[in-house]
């Protein structure tokens, strides 16, 4: 079609589009062009505009590399992750639930921790932190031999792969459920932490007068054969910057139940003072068990 108007360019990219072969690539094309296009005409994009745009778009991409993941940084900053989580889990927000971002910072290969073991792998000062998890079917029964991976920052917000002071997998393991459905394990308490601000998203922020920081938080992926792997995060109630995670993944689920102890831990007289005890559940949906792909090797 040979274009006459602004409108046409609309109509004619949109026939283009319908011709495509698979059903949900069609579906979804069409509707971007649609939302793209009235985009476009609803802030009257300028050509610098349109010129920068492409510019950021290309520079996310060559500044994610192994251990960087800058998409998702800017889906978490703009807030579709959240959203994404929130429509394909819990009936679409009919019933709660505890799935919560990936994150760009999981590791495919945790090394195995048994129950009661811990996963501080090298000298981590900060206070002891006790937690203890339940998972279960949406019956409410047990889901025994689910593998837990868990993950989280150092009491200073870093990761190990981030700091030279942390040996390898630090802070990160592999657990099993037993045939109650429980895990448990010892570690030390996580801080927040600001998210890399050295690209495109860290310019955003800046432009928004917005902090880095998310608020401290447990990374949990649950996966079992016959059920959907459950992908968590729970947060600290008492992080500063609960209510404005800069990723916006704070959900009333993901809120947990950390504790503050000072008296001795009745267990482990030797665990200084104070000390943490989480206790969390977990409840799995039917679905098909898949693991992510990892977001840094
Ligand atoms: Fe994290």
Same mark, same amino acid.
């Given at each position: 079609?040979?274009?006459?108007?602004?409108?046409? /360019?609309?109509?004619?990219?949109?026939?283009?589009m319908? $011709?495509?072969t698979?059903? $949900?690539?069609r =579906?979804?094309?069409?509707?971007?062009?649609?939302?793209l296009?009235?985009?476009?005409?609803?802030?009257? !994009?300028?050509?610098? =505009?349109?010129q920068?745009?492409?510019?950021?778009?290309?520079?996310?991409?060559q500044?994610?590399?192994?251990?960087?993941?800058?998409?998702?940084?800017?889906? %978490?900053s703009?807030?579709?992750?959240?959203?994404?989580?929130?429509?394909?889990?819990? #009936? %679409?927000?009919?019933t709660?639930?505890?799935?919560?971002?990936?994150?760009?910072?999981w590791?495919?290969?945790?090394?195995?921790?048994?129950?009661g073991?811990?996963?501080?792998?090298?000298?981590?000062?900060?206070?002891? !932190?006790? /937690?203890?998890?339940?998972?279960? +079917?949406? #019956?409410? #029964?047990p889901?025994?031999?689910?593998?837990?991976?868990?993950?989280?920052?150092? &009491?200073? %917000?870093?990761?190990?792969h981030q700091?030279?002071?942390q040996a390898?997998m630090?802070?990160? %393991?592999?657990?099993?459920?037993?045939?109650?459905g429980?895990?448990?394990?010892?570690? /030390?308490?996580?801080?927040?932490?600001?998210?890399?601000?050295?690209?495109?998203?860290?310019? !955003?922020l800046?432009?928004?007068?917005?902090?880095?920081?998310r608020?401290?938080?447990?990374?949990?992926?649950?996966?079992?054969?016959?059920?959907?792997?459950l992908?968590?995060?729970?947060?600290?109630? +008492?992080?500063p910057?609960?209510?404005? #995670?800069?990723?916006?993944?704070v959900?009333?689920?993901t809120?947990?139940?950390?504790?503050?102890?000072d008296?001795?831990? &009745?267990?482990?007289?030797g665990?200084g003072?104070?000390w943490y005890?989480? =206790?969390?559940?977990?409840?799995? =949906? &039917?679905g098909?068990?898949?693991l &992510?792909?990892?977001p840094?090797?």
């Amino acid at each position: 079609m040979i274009i006459e108007r602004q409108e046409d /360019v609309t109509q004619a990219v949109l026939a283009v589009m319908e $011709r495509t072969t698979d059903p $949900r690539l069609r =579906e979804i094309m069409v509707s971007l062009v649609s939302h793209l296009h009235a985009f476009v005409r609803d802030v009257r !994009l300028t050509e610098q =505009e349109f010129q920068a745009a492409t510019a950021i778009l290309n520079e996310i991409g060559q500044a994610t590399t192994d251990t960087h993941n800058e998409m998702v940084l800017m889906s %978490g900053s703009l807030g579709v992750s959240t959203l994404v989580c929130l429509l394909n889990n819990g #009936d %679409g927000g009919a019933t709660e639930t505890r799935q919560n971002l990936l994150g760009p910072f999981w590791r495919m290969d945790s090394p195995r921790v048994d129950n009661g073991g811990s996963i501080v792998r090298s000298q981590t000062p900060g206070p002891p !932190l006790f /937690v203890s998890a339940r998972v279960q +079917d949406r #019956d409410g #029964d047990p889901v025994g031999g689910a593998e837990v991976d868990v993950w989280h920052s150092s &009491p200073v %917000g870093l990761y190990e792969h981030q700091d030279a002071d942390q040996a390898p997998m630090n802070l990160r %393991g592999k657990l099993v459920t037993d045939e109650a459905g429980r895990f448990w394990f010892r570690t /030390v308490k996580m801080a927040g932490y600001p998210i890399p601000t050295d690209a495109v998203v860290g310019r !955003l922020l800046k432009a928004q007068n917005r902090h880095p920081f998310r608020p401290a938080h447990l990374h949990v992926l649950i996966f079992k054969e016959g059920y959907k792997t459950l992908i968590s995060q729970i947060y600290a109630p +008492d992080d500063p910057h609960l209510d404005t #995670d800069v990723q916006f993944g704070v959900t009333r689920a993901t809120i947990g139940d950390f504790l503050r102890h000072d008296e001795p831990h &009745p267990d482990d007289p030797g665990t200084g003072t104070p000390w943490y005890s989480l =206790e969390c559940t977990f409840t799995l =949906e &039917p679905g098909a068990a898949r693991l &992510p792909r990892p977001p840094i090797t």
